[in-house]
């Protein structure tokens, strides 16, 4: 009968005697054994241990070169830790000396010589099926070390995911409070300040006409000072005002927007670079996706900001890229910098209003409008940065089709109702800043050239003219003082690029209301109305 357990064993007989090998290599065929090898040299031994794993070892104690002794203690020695190997030990030599010897290395059974072949199989038996036995403790323990481990490995994954899930959730709420702060102070600091500008502006006749001029300057500053405190409160409560049922959101092309966000940026991204002697590549990879409802004027805003905080990032150069991309009804914006990356601390904190590594330069207010409006849309901005490896914000928006129907509103108007001529030679230009005020519930013209404005205003009542300094033919300072020649008197913001060096050249030319520096945005347009019409 065949005996499974002889049957798959690997068998390692060493025994300097050809008859004693021939007798055991018999016996074992008889029993169909597994695998045997044997050798009658017991310097090859410790390498067939290794070479042949056999699952017992039948060992001869009395061998010229090396004896049996020395054998099992190598063979110990050379075995893993834990790893049960039997060595049975055939001798006539059976002096309790020699096998207390033995058994002190490490032999497991005695067998002595004339062997009776009963007595072999039955021990041979033995002692191979405590070795398989020894096999399946190992393999089940391996099992099961292996479960703890995938079991310990999914539950750090649990709990990383929480903590990550914690750590947004504390970061959300912080956001959250400040933003709520900043709107309260923003509230109670308008209410003053609208007090300072107001009597502000009735002592200004006073100032004006009576004071002397070094009185008049520091009142000059004060009107100033306050002024541009009113523009970080305005924009503040901009921010974070809750989201308004009321509000005009028209479908939003992003690709579009980003398009025009990069030609609006482009005299600081490309023009001033390049007079540092730096570049910055723009790349774009847009591809058609759904709109979303929104206000393009601060979807050029949130673009600009990112713009603007990349190019601070790339004081060397770099690459500018855009990419969207659509999916389960939401698209996503991604812009990246291969700038200089920010640490963990101000990665989790650049959403904060006012927070800015940049000192004097910074106001701190360009990521919290971003995630302003982002989370007025009911979208989310995200953030992945490495301290000098870049930074890519991923803003993610609800598409149009995934949200509720647009409700159009009249009362969006902040200002009365203008109507204006914007001039500027570059086409997309003249559309978007027309397309602003737009949106801001004005009437906007854009025309290409000064002889078109001068022929409108002589058409028709205009209430302000917005022109692009540097153009082909007439300039906006030329323009201004051709209608002031004409005797119009309507007001004319005169936008200058970088590189139109008018303020150091002795200031705002004639006939010109006010100095824009572009880029233009939504805000420092309104802001600029607002101060040359004092609505
Ligand atoms: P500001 O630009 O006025 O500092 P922001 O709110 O726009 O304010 O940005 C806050 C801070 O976030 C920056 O001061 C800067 O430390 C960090 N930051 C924003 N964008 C980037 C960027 N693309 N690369 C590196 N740091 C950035
Ligand atoms: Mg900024």
Redesign the pocket.
């Known amino acids: 009968m065949l005996d499974v357990v002889l049957s798959k064993a690997r068998f390692l007989i060493v025994d300097d005697e050809a008859s004693n090998v021939r007798l055991l290599e018999r016996l074992l065929e008889l029993a169909k054994a597994g695998h045997v090898v044997s050798t009658m040299d017991p310097r090859n031994a410790l390498s067939l241990v290794i070479s042949e794993k056999p699952d017992i070892v039948l060992l001869d104690l009395h061998m010229p070169f090396v004896d049996g002794f020395t054998l099992i203690s190598q063979i110990k020695a050379a075995l893993p830790a834990g790893e049960y190997l039997p060595i049975l030990v055939l001798t006539a030599d059976i002096t309790p000396e020699t096998r207390q010897r033995a058994l002190g290395k490490g032999a497991h059974d005695f067998l002595t010589k004339p062997l009776d072949p009963d007595e072999v199989l039955l021990r041979i038996r033995n002692l191979l099926e405590t070795r398989f036995l020894h096999l399946e403790l190992q393999r089940q323990n391996e099992a099961l070390e292996q479960q703890v481990r995938d079991r310990t490995s999914q539950l750090e994954d649990t709990l990383g995911r929480l903590r990550a899930a914690q750590e947004q959730l504390v970061k959300q709420e912080r956001l959250r409070a400040l933003g709520m702060m900043a709107s309260g102070i923003a509230h109670d600091f308008n209410n003053a300040l609208t007090m300072v500008l107001g009597y502000g502006e009735l002592l200004a006749a006073f100032f004006k006409n009576d004071a002397p001029q070094r009185e008049r300057e520091q009142f000059q500053h004060l009107m100033e000072a306050a002024e541009d405190a009113s523009h970080v409160v305005a924009r503040l409560r901009d921010f974070y005002r809750p989201a308004d049922q009321d509000e005009l959101r028209v479908a939003v092309d992003v690709n579009i927007a980003i398009q025009q966000a990069i030609v609006l940026t482009a005299p600081r991204w490309r023009d001033k670079c390049r007079a540092r002697g730096i570049q910055i590549t723009v790349e774009t990879d847009l591809p058609t996706i759904p709109s979303f409802l929104g206000h393009p004027p601060e979807v050029r805003e949130i673009l600009t ?2 713009i ?3 190019v ?2 790339m004081p060397e150069g770099g690459v500018l890229r855009f990419s969207t991309s659509s999916e389960d009804g939401r698209i996503f914006i991604r ?1 990246s ?1 291969t ?4 640490t963990e601390e ?2 989790s ?5 006012f ?4 000192g004097e ?10 995630y302003g409006f982002v989370q007025r849309y009911g979208g989310s901005v995200g953030i992945q ?1 490495r301290k000098w490896a ?2 890519t ?1 991923t803003l993610t928006l609800p598409s149009s089709s995934a949200q509720k129907v647009v409700v159009e509103n009249s009362g969006l108007t902040r200002m009365r109702h203008l109507r204006v001529l914007v001039v500027d030679d570059q086409e997309i230009i003249r559309q978007i800043i027309a397309e602003m005020l737009q949106a801001e519930g004005h009437d906007a013209l854009p025309v290409e050239n000064g002889d078109e404005v001068l022929r409108q205003l002589a058409l028709s009542k205009w209430d302000l003219v917005i022109s692009d300094q540097a153009m082909p033919g007439m300039t906006g300072a030329q323009l201004a003082a051709e209608m002031r020649a004409t005797k119009s008197s309507v007001p004319l913001i005169l936008l200058t690029g970088f590189g139109d060096e008018m303020r150091t050249n002795g200031g705002t030319p004639p006939g010109v209301d006010l100095l824009v520096s572009k880029p233009l945005t939504a805000s420092s347009l309104r802001r600029a109305i607002a101060s040359v019409l004092n609505e």
């Not at 700038?339 to 920010?342: C, E, N, S």
């Not at 927070?355 to 940049?358: G, L, N, P, R, V």
């Open positions: 900001n990112l603007f905080n990349a601070d990032a812009v910098d700038g200089v990356g920010m101000e990665c904190r650049c959403l904060e209003p927070y800015t590594t940049k330069h910074g106001t701190g207010l360009g990521l919290a409008a971003v940065s870049g930074t914000f």
